[in-house]
């Protein structure tokens, strides 16, 4: 379980627990909402207190009327995915669940309430967002009423650099250690490593030294290469390159 900060179209860890899967003795006592918040206020610990936060978490730990309460005590954003059976209650006293208001590619539906009608009636905002290319809606719950939803894109960022850490990189998953400690230590190694790479692969984008852009069919350019890649790729360039 890690908490990351998202940058540049990937995302760097910044605190985390290992723990076996599937074992029930090392399941972490107060469940992983709880953990959670004890990770982030770990990382609180370290910001000023001015600085304005958006947490964004996916539906398997998102839909938690107890990890909502703890981010919003700390003064942050959360910004989550829910579950598609997660309902709202509206200011007329309807319960509706907010995921089926949306049919059809290209819809999207806002609304204010309460959230989670049995665990919890937290206030809330949600949005159900349905991009043109998605295979199915958002539905998403924020304290932000600023927020659109499409900030949720984001939350992709943090799944390629976990890409990175594995197969598309270091290869975290070749790993055969079975000590939670140990891999504990191997992945601090690698999120220095891989934080490494990005800041080069963004100073290489800053200088115009990356790959060239690549025009998509909508006309949009983006980046050939990541930024972990351009910065992998310079550094193993770097490290092979005799010395003068």
Request: charged fraction near 25%; include cysteine; proline fraction near 4%.
């Amino acid at each position: 379980m890690l908490v990351a900060l998202v940058y540049k179209g990937r995302a760097i860890p910044l605190a985390w627990r290992v723990y076996p899967a599937n074992d029930a003795k090392a399941y972490p006592k107060g469940g992983q909402a709880r953990m959670i918040i004890g990770l982030l206020k770990q990382i609180r610990a370290g910001l000023s207190p001015d600085l304005s936060v958006r947490v964004l978490a996916d539906r398997g730990i998102g839909t938690s009327p107890l990890l909502m309460r703890g981010i919003a005590a700390m003064g942050w954003k959360f910004l989550f995915r829910v579950t598609k059976q997660s309902k709202i209650i509206l200011r007329d006293g309807r319960a509706i669940c907010f995921y089926a208001q949306v049919q059809a590619r290209g819809e999207s539906y806002a609304a204010s309430g309460l959230v989670f009608k049995k665990r919890g009636r937290i206030p809330a905002h949600v949005r159900v967002l349905w991009h043109e290319g998605g295979q199915e809606p958002w539905a998403l719950v924020t304290n932000d009423p600023t927020l659109n939803g499409w900030e949720y894109a984001q939350r992709m960022w943090i799944e390629e650099a976990i890409r990175d850490l594995k197969s598309h990189g270091w290869d975290l998953e070749k790993a055969s250690l079975d000590s939670a400690q140990r891999m504990s230590h191997l992945w601090m190694i690698l999120v220095v490593a891989y934080a490494w790479m990005l800041i080069w692969g963004a100073k290489l984008e800053e200088l115009g030294q990356t790959a060239p852009l690549k025009r998509r069919q909508d006309g949009k350019l983006n980046r050939t290469w990541s930024l972990f890649r351009e910065g992998r790729q310079a550094f193993l360039t770097a490290a092979s390159s005799p010395f003068t």
